[in-house]
């Protein structure tokens, strides 16, 4: 059963912006709060960041900190991901996932994901 739907990724220039966005068709997302994680091939799945149920509070890992903002609409049950300046290390699939307490940063915390977006960052 689909939870949630990951979009908006593609190939991009280094220095370029790309806004993904998370849905969660007929299901209410203001309940949760929503994070995305990314994971390169190879690499384990790392924490991006994280947005509070009602959107006033977020938080970012330091790898993405002044370059990516996460911010949500309730009324239309999504989270997008906005990212400028990406870098070639940005590469990645990126995945969103609802939980229960905006303080979850470890992917083991959460119990629903999107099945990812891929992100490619050319140098």
């Known amino acids: 059963q689909v939870q949630l739907v990951e979009s908006g990724g593609g190939l991009v220039q280094a220095g370029g912006s790309l806004r993904l966005s998370c849905a969660a068709p007929g299901r209410t997302f203001s309940a949760y709060a929503t994070a995305w994680f990314r994971q390169a091939p190879g690499k384990e799945r790392e924490f991006v960041g994280t947005?509070?149920?009602?959107?006033?509070?977020?938080k970012y890992a330091d790898s993405v900190k002044g370059r990516f903002t996460i911010s949500r609409d309730n009324a239309k049950n999504t989270v997008d991901l906005q990212m400028n300046s990406l870098k070639p290390e940005d590469t990645a699939v990126y995945y969103c996932?609802?939980?229960?307490?905006?303080?979850?940063?470890?992917?083991?915390?959460?119990?629903?994901w999107g099945q990812g977006t891929q992100v490619t960052v050319s140098s």
């Open positions: 947005i509070s149920r009602s959107g006033g509070d977020t």
């Open positions: 996932a609802k939980g229960l307490s905006f303080t979850f940063t470890k992917p083991g915390d959460f119990g629903f």
